[in-house]
């Protein structure tokens, strides 16, 4: 069975950092393309980041470019996503989740955990 | 930029109806578009992909199509378990992948 779990979410204060892990279970994690999803209360889905296989390819939403850093590590089937300078806009609930095929294609997330919220205030 | 445009942002319809939902995008990607479902509280689920594809598992009621720059997601017979909000997404800009607005399915 295929899983994804995250952590690390939780309260934070404005310019404040936080790291989300995502533990990932039930398929080959070296093998495929991860990606970070959120979506702000009441809002819709929006793409955050996403990771080559090898963690050499990176691409991020102009938002939070030079502030977030997404990482993996495949030997703990772990991807991460640390989030520094947080802003207000921000909060929001992150998922995680298996893109398909990245770059090789037109790809899709097929796999998604449950969610993790980060809430950013004062 | 690739604009989408999903519509309507919200529906109300009755169990065994036929609903349809679309994506227009500014300018030809191919099938590079997906289909969610999401309800309250929980992760999105893929439904649809490359345009026309059924992900295993999700119910045959579901189908998409494409017609250049238009794409649906039809859901031919409304089942109780259907209500909930719908999100296409292009993945034509790959790997950055953007979604539509979401189309919020509410029983009538």
């Known amino acids: 069975e295929v899983q994804l779990v995250e952590s690390g979410g939780g309260l934070v204060q404005p310019g404040g950092s936080l790291r989300l892990s995502c533990a990932v279970s039930?398929?080959?994690?070296?093998?495929?393309?991860m990606t970070w999803v959120r979506q702000a209360p009441g809002t819709g889905l929006e793409w955050v980041a996403n990771?080559?296989?090898?963690?050499?390819?990176?691409y991020y939403v102009d938002s939070v470019r030079g502030r977030f850093a997404i990482s993996r590590d495949n030997a703990k089937n772990s991807l991460y996503l640390h989030m520094t300078s947080l802003r207000d806009e921000d909060t929001a609930v992150y998922f995680c989740?298996?893109?398909?095929?990245?770059?090789?294609?037109?790809?899709?997330?097929?796999?998604w955990g449950q969610g993790i919220l980060v809430a950013v205030s004062s | 930029d690739i604009q989408m445009t999903q519509s309507p942002s919200s529906l109300s319809a009755s169990v065994g109806d036929r609903v349809t939902i679309t994506c227009r995008t500014s300018?030809?990607?191919?099938?590079?578009v997906n289909w969610y479902q999401q309800k309250p509280g929980k992760a999105p689920k893929l439904l649809i992909y490359?345009?026309?594809t059924l992900q295993s598992g999700v119910p045959s009621r579901f189908s998409g199509s494409e017609s250049g720059t238009e794409f649906t997601l039809t859901i031919s017979s409304l089942q109780p378990e259907d209500f909930a909000t719908y999100y296409c997404?292009?993945?034509?800009?790959?790997?950055?992948?953007?979604f539509g607005q979401g189309t919020k399915l509410e029983i009538k």
């Open positions: 997404q292009q993945c034509y800009t790959t790997p950055v992948c953007t």
């Open positions: 490359a345009a026309l």
């Open positions: 990771i080559r296989q090898d963690g050499d390819e990176k």
């Open positions: 039930g398929f080959n994690f070296s093998n495929y393309w």
């Open positions: 300018q030809n990607i191919y099938r590079s």
């Open positions: 989740a298996r893109d398909f095929c990245g770059a090789d294609c037109f790809g899709y997330f097929d796999y």
